[in-house]
Structures are given as structure tokens and as C-alpha cells.
């Protein structure tokens, strides 16, 4: 990732921790969408699925939020080595594995915090 792209993703970061869902979800949609297929983008997918499943929940779409938060640990593993370089991806994916066996929904996102490097 170029500074550009480190920037832009905390900026997701940062909307998201402050429980702006649908902000975060477009920062992140609008890098993978800049990226196309010139870049390495893998590393946005569960983070973009992240947030879209908080919008899926809000929208009484509960299957849709489901697959989405369980697919977002499936790529957060995949792409564990990678994004450990740019935030905590083991405290995420320790997180995510709890939440998704105590709470529901939109409850979920009450107790999840991505932890970034470099959070301004």
C-alpha cells in the first residue's frame, strides 16, 4: 500500500470505531474501486463486508448480515499476514470469533473495535 492507500484505510477505520458504518463502507468501497485491478485490493474485502453487513442488519436483511460477517472473518484470515503490518488483525479476528457467538444483529457492532497503528 502506497501512503495514499494507509491514509484512506484508516480514515475507514476511523469512521467505523465511531460507528459510522455507511462512512466507512464507502472509503473503503471507493479504494477498492480506485485500485481496480492495478493493485493488490484483496486486503479491503472484510473490511468493506464489515460494514456492509451493520447495513444489511439495519435493513432487517439478517442472512445477507449473517454470511457477510462470517465471510469478513474468512478474508480477514486469509489476508492475516498481510494487515497485521496495519493494524491488529488477531485482536479483530479474536473479536469477531466471540461476537458471533454471543450476539445478534446489529448488537455485534456494539462490541467491536478495529485497532489501527496509526489512528490520527
Do not use: C
Not at 76 to 102: C, M, P
Amino acid at each position: 500500500m502506497n501512503n495514499n492507500e494507509v491514509s484512506e484505510f484508516y480514515r475507514g477505520i476511523k469512521a467505523f470505531n465511531q460507528k459510522d458504518y455507511p462512512k466507512a463502507h464507502h472509503i473503503w468501497e471507493h479504494s477498492w474501486m480506485r485500485l481496480g485491478k492495478s493493485g493488490d485490493r484483496a486486503y479491503l474485502k472484510p473490511f468493506i463486508m464489515l460494514s456492509a453487513s451493520y447495513q444489511n442488519y439495519e435493513q432487517g436483511k439478517v442472512s445477507g448480515g449473517d454470511f457477510l460477517f462470517k465471510r469478513a472473518l474468512e478474508r480477514l484470515k486469509e489476508n492475516q499476514d498481510f494487515l497485521a503490518n496495519f493494524t491488529d488483525v488477531n485482536s479483530l479476528i479474536n473479536q469477531i470469533q466471540i461476537i458471533i457467538t454471543k450476539y445478534d444483529k446489529l448488537d455485534r457492532f456494539n462490541n467491536i473495535q478495529i485497532i489501527g497503528e496509526k489512528i490520527k
